[in-house]
Nanobody, 121 residues
Framework: QVQLVESGGGTVQAGGSLRLSCAAS????????MGWFRHPPGKEREFVAG????????EYADSVKGRFTISRDNAKNTVYLQMNSLKPEDTAVYYC??????????????WGQGTQVTVSS
């Protein structure tokens, strides 16, 4: 059974940092792009960041550029999202995803269960 399990969410004050982790199990994703989405309260789900299978390319939503960094460790089958300079508008449930192919413009094969991030002002 394939699972993506997020961890590292929580409550932090504005300006603080959090590091989300997504551990994959059931199969290796070393040849798949990975990414993060988020679902803010009262809004639609949105793309946050993506990383190719080799980590040679990354992409970020404009709202998080310069503050968030996505990375991966294929040996650990894990992807990370380092979030710095957090703002109240970053409050959301954050989801890890695994894409079908090696780039992050394609079909999403798997979703994690989500982890709550709350940024207080």
């Amino acid at each position: 059974q394939v699972q993506l399990v997020e961890s590292g969410g929580g409550t932090v004050q504005a300006g603080g940092s959090l590091r989300l982790s997504c551990a994959a199990s059931g199969r290796t994703f070393s040849k798949n792009a990975m990414g993060w989405f988020r679902h803010p309260p009262g809004k639609e789900r949105e793309f946050v960041a993506g990383i190719t299978w080799s980590a040679s390319s990354t992409e970020y939503a404009d709202s998080v550029k310069g503050r968030f960094t996505i990375s991966r460790d294929n040996a650990k089958n894990t992807v990370y999202l380092q979030m710095n300079s957090l703002k109240p508008e970053d409050t959301a449930v954050y989801y890890c995803v695994a894409y079908y192919s090696g780039n992050y413009y394609g079909v999403i094969d798997y979703w994690g269960q989500g982890t709550q991030v709350t940024v207080s002002s």
